[in-house]
């Protein structure tokens, strides 16, 4: 399974026929050349991949190719002409974007949700306990930006607690967060309940009541003109499905 995209391929090749692709793909997933795009949220990462050693393994001489980012990055990446098969977004509102511009392949579905909690280092030098603590003076607190899903739960919450945070820094996915918590470069950041799970004792998560006030949905979509429709479809059931499920609810993730 290659995890992160290595190059490009070319959108234009789409204008071949139905019909010899089909033939064309068939002698592809014999020889191994075949490989399902997957562009996904940066959270998706340890389940996305886990599934999808399980779908190469259904599937010989198919690789399924991911690149995990920041939700908003993705869709700009998709709409600069990025040769992608799926799509699945850690928000709705990304997932829009793609869709008011024609260029998902059929309709999103939702297979997750997920919520926000406070991550700080093991020692919690800050002494962070509440979300009131991430308003004090010199808590170097980090978050994501505005326009990825977990900086938007971000502000919602920070609405509905009626505070006024000072980040320091705003990243651009929710790995980048976790990794300033992890590497000591930040008092305290807000990420997901799955990123804190998945960190182990990398870091302490701190829960508070008015996450459930900025829930994000998942949804997940295949990308118009994807080289690999009938393998999208396959790998969106198996997300979708019971095995997928399983996999997303071991991580933390809640149900659709």
Known sequence: MKKKLAGTRVVGALALLAAPLTACASADRDSGDITLVVYAASSLKT??????????ADHPGVDV???????SDLV?????GAPVDIFASADIANMDKLAAQDQLGGQAQVFATNTLEIAVPPANPAQIGALADLAKEGVQLVVCAPEVPCGSAARKVESAAGLDWKPVSEEQSVADVLNKVTTGEADAGLVYVTDVKSAGAAVQGIEFPLASEAVNAYPVAPVKG??????ARQFIQLVLGSEGQAVLAAAG???P
Do not use: P
């Open 76 to 80: 700009s990446q998709i709409q600069q």
């Open 253 to 255: 993730f809640g149900k």
């Open 226 to 231: 994807g080289e690999q429709s009938d393998l």
């Open 47 to 56: 389940t996305f991949e886990q599934l999808g050693e399980q779908f190469e």
């Open 65 to 71: 190719e991911f690149n995990f980012a920041g939700s």
